[in-house]
């Protein structure tokens, strides 16, 4: 058995560098839902933070999404 270790680096480098990204997307989205409430209870508008947290939490969606599709595929 011989076994490609430069593509196997290559499956583990890209793997690893998605799995770290969506943990910072969702991190953010949460951050996000953290600051509306804080602004929240100050009476301030929190319209920026809202939206940027569902637009990290829709990115994760997508890149779940676009993950089982490879799988399926």
Known sequence: MKIDWAALGSVFGVSLVVTVGLVVLFTLGIAGLSRREAASTRGESA??????????????????AYGISLILG
Do not use: D
């Open 47 to 64: 319209v920026a933070a809202t939206a940027g947290a569902y637009a990290c939490f829709a990115l994760c969606a997508a890149a779940v």
